[in-house]
Each structure stands twice: as structure tokens, then as C-alpha cells.
């Protein structure tokens, strides 16, 4: 079997619901939809997670892998990768970005010869209900819906998630810029849930060292499963953690540093930023060998989410809760739409390679969005647009 064509096509997924983090208005997602062809009529598919990896693809990966073994993703990754320990000094990580696109696809490949899921060619289910948590955030308006503007409307957002889909894990953010108010929402949404439910808290880096500091005293009291890069820094976090002891993740997958300052606690991965399947396998073994905790990401599309949940069934190290932003998409790029966690869990699918099925109408229609729009501004600075927002901001 020999490849004959690789196709990137970056789309776009605006959100039904927009929503407000430490760096801006995220305002949906631009993703990258990886095409591989083969000579035995098996299609595989795989996602990227920039708008900057469909250039990087076409234009400098797509022709080195025509008549090469999809099965070989070895000699594919040296085709394409130059050597990952020195691509921070040269190109940063995006050729390892687009490759970990272009190796789901292989995977998919690899599953649809056998005719297996990909957690069954990894050795088989440790568990197949794949458990993730609803988010909250402020929200901005946008058509019919109001936003979220106020503590009391973020609470029966999340109680409303519960009543309606058996939630009770949670994640949100927490960069209001203003300590007590951040406090407060805790405080509420714990009232509000109850003592059985997990709530994990994001800042993405928003707080200087003092407010952290007083902010983690605040909810201390309220059971924080995990907070997300409180600080800018590992070398911040270290300090925090003098001063509390709630657990600390981040979505920088930095294993070596964390071994030396002793945070965080758990690494928010995403397979393409590591390199691919088999890379993640590595880092997640690493981890578990460490004592550091795993979970996937949120925001990328239906491709890259089933990978995750094909992982998260195969290695019993995953064990937390990943991120969603499922109910903010206005639609996804797989038959069947998003996916719709109930009960707090999805369960694995079960097709052959990803498990999925691409729907190729959902895929024209995104790229055409893109076409027209250019990528998803996921920074967008309400108060003065033509600026970006610089941390930390409380």
C-alpha cells in the first residue's frame, strides 16, 4: 500500500456562545482537516490544531509522502520532521504540529486495513465511557442568546447543565482580574452543585504572584479539583505552591522542568503539540512513571477529539476529566454532529481507525467560512480591538 495524495484544508467553527478568557474573546476555533489517500482505496483522516499548518502541509510535506507506506509512520515522520529536539532554535513547533495531523491520518489508515478502533490496536479498553466536563465562562451575546454577565447567570448556566445532562464535573475560568469576584463564583458555583461535584478552575496565566496568592486562599475552602496555569511560569507556580495546596495543571508540556521544580501536578495535552500518537503514548507513560497526572484539551474538532478518546480508553494513566467546548460549537466536522456528554461521559467510538466518520459537506462549508473569513480571532479585545492583551492582568 503506497500513499497518493495528502490534502490539508483548514476550516473554521465559529461559537454559538463566545466566551471571555484572560487573553481576549475566544470567538471559535480554526482547525485543519488532514486528507491521506492510498492506492488500496482507504481514506485517512486527521486534524491540526493552527490555520498555519494547512500551508505547512501542502507546501512542504504533501509531495514527500506520495509512494510512501502510510503503514511505515516512522520513515513518514523523517520525510517530513527535522529533528524535534532542535526545532524551538529554527521553526518552533509547527512541522510538529502538522505532522501530528498528518500521523492521526496514518492511524486511521492503520485501523481501516485492520478494520479496529484505534484503542484496540494500542492493546485494547482499560475503560470505554471517556469522561469529560461541561465549561463555563463569562459569556459574550451573540444572536438570541444574552451572554453570561453576572456570577448568578454562570451558576444556573452550570445548574442547568446539570439538570439537563446529569453533569456534575466542571472547569471554567477564573481571570476575571478582580480577586474577590473570582472568589465569590467559586463560592456560588459550589454552593450551587454541591459537595460531590468536581470544579477545576483555568486562569491561562492571568494572575502576578500576589493575587494568586490571595486568590487561592479564598477557594481554598471549596474542594478545587485543579487550577490551570495560575501563574505565567513554572518558576511562579513553584512559589504558589508554598502557599497552597491546591493541585496545579497546565497545558505547557514541559516533563523535564516539571521534574526539577516539582509542578505541576498534571499536564492538559493535546496530541499534535506533541507530535503524534506515538509521541503522546511516550509522554503519557513518562508521566505516569513521574507521578504527574493527564488530560486532553479542549476546542479542537471531532477528528482530533475521537484520537483522545481512543487514547483515553487504551492507557489507564488517563484518568481526569478532559476539557469541552462542545455545547459553544455551532457544529462539528463528523457524522452525528458534536459530541453530547450525558451522565459526565462519552462513550469510545467504536469504528474503524479514529472511530468516526468525516462529514465532508460540514468540512466544505467550514473551509469556506475560512476562505471568506481568514482564522477565528480567538484574542479579540473588546475594549480596544486593534490591541492585544498582555498578562497578567490581575
Request: proline content about 6%.
Amino acid at each position: 500500500m503506497k500513499i497518493t495524495s495528502v490534502k490539508a484544508e483548514a476550516f473554521n467553527i465559529p461559537f454559538k456562545m463566545p466566551y471571555k478568557w484572560s487573553v481576549g474573546g475566544y470567538m471559535g476555533v480554526t482547525r485543519v482537516l488532514v486528507t491521506i489517500e492510498t492506492d488500496s482505496g482507504i481514506v485517512g483522516y486527521g486534524e491540526a490544531p493552527s490555520w498555519e499548518c494547512e500551508n505547512d502541509i501542502n507546501h512542504h510535506m504533501a509531495q514527500k509522502l506520495i509512494g510512501a507506506d502510510p503503514l511505515d509512520i516512522a520513515h513518514c515522520e523523517e520525510l517530513c520532521v527535522p529533528e524535534m529536539k532542535v526545532l524551538m532554535n529554527t521553526d518552533g513547533i509547527l512541522p510538529r504540529m502538522s505532522f501530528g495531523g498528518i500521523e492521526m491520518a496514518l492511524w486511521d489508515i492503520r485501523g481501516k486495513l485492520w478494520n479496529l478502533p484505534i484503542y484496540k490496536l494500542l492493546g485494547g479498553a482499560v475503560r470505554k465511557e471517556i469522561p469529560f466536563c461541561e465549561y463555563y465562562s463569562y459569556l459574550f451575546p451573540k444572536g438570541d442568546f444574552s451572554g453570561l454577565n453576572t456570577i448568578d447567570e454562570i451558576v444556573a448556566y452550570c445548574v442547568k447543565r446539570k439538570e439537563e445532562f446529569g453533569s456534575t464535573y466542571f472547569e471554567g475560568k477564573c481571570s476575571s482580574g478582580d480577586v474577590k469576584k473570582d472568589i465569590l463564583l467559586i463560592k456560588e458555583l459550589r454552593n450551587a452543585l454541591g459537595d460531590d461535584a468536581i470544579l477545576r478552575i483555568d486562569a491561562n496565566m492571568a494572575w502576578a504572584l500576589p493575587s494568586a496568592i490571595e486568590l487561592c486562599k479564598g477557594i481554598e475552602p471549596y474542594n478545587i479539583r485543579q487550577f490551570e496555569d495560575p501563574v505565567p511560569t513554572f518558576w511562579d507556580m513553584k512559589k504558589l505552591r508554598q502557599h497552597t495546596a491546591i493541585p496545579f495543571s497546565t497545558h505547557n508540556p514541559d516533563i523535564a522542568l516539571a521534574a526539577h521544580l516539582g509542578v505541576p501536578d498534571i499536564f492538559v495535552v493535546n496530541t499534535t503539540s506533541l507530535g503524534g500518537i506515538n509521541r503522546t503514548v511516550g509522554f503519557i507513560n513518562a508521566c505516569e512513571r513521574m507521578g504527574i497526572n493527564v488530560s486532553f484539551y479542549s476546542g479542537d474538532a471531532g477528528v482530533a477529539t475521537a484520537v483522545y478518546m481512543q487514547l483515553s480508553a487504551a492507557l489507564w494513566h488517563i484518568r481526569e476529566p478532559h476539557q469541552s467546548l462542545f455545547r459553544f460549537m455551532e457544529y462539528d466536522i463528523i457524522k452525528g454532529g458534536t459530541f453530547c456528554p450525558k451522565n459526565n461521559v462519552v462513550p469510545v467510538p467504536e469504528g474503524p481507525g479514529i472511530g468516526v466518520e468525516v462529514d465532508l459537506d460540514a468540512v466544505k462549508y467550514g473551509h469556506e467560512l475560512y476562505k471568506k473569513q481568514g482564522p477565528i480571532n480567538q484574542y479579540y479585545n473588546s475594549k480596544a480591538p486593534e490591541k492585544f492583551i498582555r498578562l497578567p492582568i490581575g
